[in-house]
């Protein structure tokens, strides 16, 4: 069946520092892939996504490319700040989305 | 724009009562909204879609008599639990779609931690 593999947290890191939560995926087709953030108290929200294999979602600067070769995408950020403190989720779509166990990211000044 | 919110966030409740979640999208309509159990350590799993005005569709492994889902208006779903016994403790989390998007395409609630003493 389609289910979505990421790392466990927390990752703990220091402001500037550079950021991967590895997540790979097995699906059946060719399903569509998403990074949720979900801040403390809020509900989760969509931070990108890729459609296709060689995309590359980008947003907030943030950066995650759907790797068809490897099941992959891994979510990177070159240089995080405190306020990038969330939950992460990786999840895959086909007729419903289907979520990682999420990633708790801690990043202190 | 598109936010939805539960009530309440939390609740403790006594083993063999019934509670009710509520789901609101504040400013959009909502034709179909979805809601999702997380344990602790592991991964939401879709309970549950609902459109408005029809019956919920459960998901595979999902007693319905259990938890009843009513989405009789384009901004209010509500989840309740019944005869809830201590296995039911969980975090409960909806989300709402507008009519004519993705199925991605989904606002989430803050969620709602039910706890069964």
């Known amino acids: 069946g389609n289910s979505v593999t990421q790392m466990e947290g927390p990752v703990t890191l220091s402001e500037e520092a550079f950021l991967t939560i590895n997540c790979t995926y097995t699906?059946?087709?060719?399903?569509?892939l998403f990074w949720y953030v979900q801040y403390p108290g809020e509900g989760l929200q969509l931070l990108l996504k890729?459609?296709?294999?060689?995309d590359k979602g980008s947003n907030k600067g943030f950066e995650a490319t759907y790797r068809k070769e490897t099941t992959s995408f891994h979510l990177e950020k070159g240089s995080v700040q405190v306020s990038d403190s969330a939950v992460y989720f990786c999840?895959?779509?086909?007729?419903?989305?289907?979520f990682g166990t999420g990633t708790r990211l801690q990043v202190f000044p | 724009g598109a936010v939805v919110s539960q009530h309440p966030s939390r609740v403790i409740c006594k083993s063999g009562t019934s509670v009710k979640i509520e789901c609101r999208s504040l400013?959009?309509?909502?034709?179909?909204m979805f809601w999702y159990r997380q344990f602790p350590k592991q991964s939401l799993m879709l309970m549950a879609t609902?459109?408005?005005?029809?019956?919920?569709?459960?998901e595979q492994g999902v007693e319905k008599d259990k938890f009843l889902i009513n989405h009789a208006s384009l901004t209010l779903s509500t989840l309740t639990v019944t005869s809830a016994h201590p296995e039911d403790s969980s975090f409960y989390i909806c989300?709402?779609?507008?009519?004519?998007?993705?199925?991605?395409?989904?606002?989430f609630g803050p969620g709602t931690r039910l706890t069964v003493t």
């Open positions: 699906a059946t087709g060719y399903p569509s």
């Open positions: 609902s459109n408005e005005g029809s019956k919920a569709t459960y």
């Open positions: 400013d959009f309509q909502a034709t179909t």
């Open positions: 989300s709402a779609r507008r009519g004519g998007q993705g199925p991605y395409e989904q606002y």
């Open positions: 890729a459609t296709k294999a060689d």
């Open positions: 999840a895959l779509n086909t007729d419903k989305l289907i």
